[in-house]
């Protein structure tokens, strides 16, 4: 009646081995390391690169407590920060040799000090928020007229294009402000052009005037697509910033919208303000000029070294620049056009795959319908010339591709010159990550100490730990036996609550502190509810044995209830909160769920152990055992 069959024991051993497991890692803390990323986009974390770091440090004669590397970054950890300190120095000068062009970014960071082999079997410590781990806070101020300004640029270039296409002639087109001016010689030419725009798009307003003989087409950006504008522009940068974060390894960066035209950045465990500023300078816009002229493909109708070479020399042609495509250790120079096609804002998908006819690597790219009007105008007389794609970081524009132009280009087509799948998806990368739709500003920044942290580490700490002895004195004073069980499963609740946060590698912050804490004090409400139905099968007569199983099968409805009615409140706040309040949501839902997982299987294997085997079972450990219209008696 009260065993379990052997496969639930085994079971219930499997949970707590790994459980344990998945819960070591976060008792080890943190040591200090440096981690290396790419600055630019031609530099990339290779053995090379590794072999630079080892060499440099053993040079140095720098003592380091390990190396671990990802697709994106060397992280080396160290066992103080004076050698940390130290080791960054030695490695800036090995991989930045060219202090006015560094190639990486080194950064200070915190790393686990676990053990190789956790980290082997992915056994890592739970990620911890900026208000336990310390970090940095940045508040961005997302420029909002210059969205505006880009997006009347490229209705510019369509309105350009369109009265081109149509063959309306105008005297001339250009900005005024926040307006589109286009002048015609004559009402009927201007009423012609305004009809084909209206049917062309619906984001810009038009309005007619006339001044001193000058017949004017004035465009503006209507309210709704103002809102559109601004809203895409947001959603853009957030969308960017958390690439290009998450492209450096930063654990767990939040990044999120606060009010209308503003960003929240928080990068846990960085302590370096300047790297981070570095961070969110790497933040880039994407280009696409036309080629004029190269020397690299004779095939191309823009061949022409003799030009090139008169360029290098110093003879650049009006309207052009000169570039160098870095292909490996190759640098090929380009002049490339001052006119812009498209930016980074009409870009909506670059993702790596294969061509179908030639299954060599490539990069689909998709445009919105205006970048694909401009760039079908654009290749319509281009086919076999050069198209360049450059990435602009700081104010430096960098060519990161210039492919022949196979064909007429649309909203759809596919950038070649990939040699490995490699080289694709870090160009899609690239692409994806480097749009930026408007610039921003810091106009806040903070940061929180590692000490700051370690406090409320230990005020989080101390109030679990307060509540749950609390908690034991009073169960095991009052249930005895079941007490003292029901105590260890609450334990052990709190052992699978850390190892699933663990395992799914989720944000502890100080509500999630607060969550755990509030775990602890109901999941005892299962063991309760358990002990109190057990102790009434007791007075109704049962014998031990019968009122063990019937307490835990008849409580099994109440527990489910009540931590379905908590489940949904938990799901809500989830679905319907944001920062600190998901974090709390999640600890809760999961808390719920261990909860009932220890209080109804583990508790019961362990009454199962203890008084299952017994045929003749006379009594148990349950406290006092009120019979009514009688005298107490202990079953004790």
Not at 271 to 292: F, N, P, W, Y
Not at 566 to 588: C, D, E, R, Y
Request: a neutral charge; proline letters at 4%; one cysteine or more.
């Amino acid at each position: 009646m009260n065993r379990y069959p052997l496969w639930k024991y085994l079971f219930v051993a499997l949970t707590l081995v790994v459980s344990i497991t998945y819960t070591l890692p976060n008792f080890f803390g943190e040591v200090p390391a440096v981690q290396v990323s790419p600055l630019k986009t031609t530099a990339r974390i290779d053995t090379s690169v590794m072999q630079t770091v080892e060499q440099s440090l053993k040079t140095a004669a720098i003592a380091y407590d390990g190396i671990f590397t990802d697709t994106n970054s060397i992280k080396v950890r160290f066992r103080d920060t004076d050698t940390q300190l130290k080791a960054k120095d030695v490695l800036n000068k090995a991989l930045n040799p060219d202090t006015d062009s560094p190639s990486f970014i080194l950064a200070l960071n915190l790393i686990s000090d676990s053990p190789a082999w956790f980290t082997a079997i992915n056994a890592l410590p739970m990620y911890l928020g900026l208000d336990l781990r310390g970090g940095i806070h940045f508040l961005l101020q997302v420029d909002m007229p210059a969205a505006i300004n880009k997006r009347l640029d490229g209705q510019l270039g369509f309105f350009r294009n369109t009265l081109r296409d149509k063959k309306i002639a105008y005297s001339g087109i250009g900005r005024d402000g926040q307006s589109i001016v286009i002048r015609f010689r004559d009402a009927d030419t201007r009423e012609k052009a305004q009809s084909e725009l209206e049917k062309a798009t619906a984001d810009i307003s038009l309005k007619t005037s006339e001044s001193a003989g000058e017949f004017r087409l004035t465009g503006t950006l209507t309210a709704q697509a103002l809102v559109e504008t601004q809203k895409s522009a947001l959603e853009q940068n957030i969308t960017t910033l958390r690439n290009r974060v998450n492209e450096l390894g930063v654990a767990e960066p939040i990044i999120q919208q606060q009010g209308a035209d503003r960003i929240v950045v928080q990068l846990p465990g960085v302590q370096d303000t300047a790297r981070a500023k570095d961070i969110l300078g790497r933040t880039a816009s994407l280009e696409v000029r036309m080629v004029e002229a190269h020397a690299g493909d004779p095939s191309a109708r823009d061949y022409d070294p003799a030009k090139i070479d008169a360029a290098i020399k110093g003879n650049v042609p009006f309207g052009t620049e000169l570039f160098y495509e870095r292909r490996g250790t190759v640098s090929d120079p380009l002049l490339l056009s001052k006119n812009v096609i498209i930016t980074g804002e009409r870009l909506t998908k670059a993702a790596p795959t294969f061509d179908s006819r030639s299954s060599q690597p490539v990069v689909a790219v998709e445009l919105d319908g205006q970048g694909a009007r401009i760039m079908r105008d654009t290749t319509r007389d281009a086919v076999k010339r050069r198209m360049a794609v450059l990435l602009v970081e700081k104010g430096k524009p960098e060519v990161i591709t210039a492919p022949v132009i196979q064909d007429v280009l649309g909203g759809s087509f596919q950038i070649t010159g990939s040699k490995t799948p490699r080289e694709a998806n870090d160009l899609a990368l690239l692409l994806r990550a480097g749009a930026l739709a408007a610039p921003m500003d810091i106009i806040e920044e903070r940061t929180v100490g590692p000490s700051l942290g370690a406090e409320n580490i230990k005020i989080g700490f101390h109030s679990t730990w307060i509540g749950f002895s609390a908690i034991a004195v009073f169960m095991a004073a009052y249930y005895l036996m079941f007490g003292v069980i029901s105590i260890v499963a609450l334990a052990v609740n709190v052992l699978f609550l850390v190892a699933l946060l663990s395992m799914l590698q989720a944000t502890l912050t100080l509500p999630g502190m607060a969550g755990i804490a509030l775990t602890v004090g109901m999941a005892i409400d299962a063991n309760v509810l358990v002990a109190e139905r057990i102790r009434e099968e007791l007075r109704n007569g049962n014998t031990p044995q019968a009122a063990i199983h019937a307490g835990y099968d008849r409580a099994w409805g109440t527990i489910l209830d009540s931590n379905i009615t908590t489940l949904i409140a938990g799901i809500m706040l989830f679905l319907l909160g944001s920062g600190p309040v998901k974090g709390f949501a999640v600890v809760l839902c999961l808390g719920i769920g261990t909860s009932i997982f220890s209080a109804v299987v583990v508790s019961r294997c362990m009454i199962n152990l203890l008084y299952g085997s017994r045929r003749r079972l006379d009594k148990i450990s349950i406290g006092q055992v009120w019979r009514e219209g009688a005298e107490a008696k202990e079953k004790a």
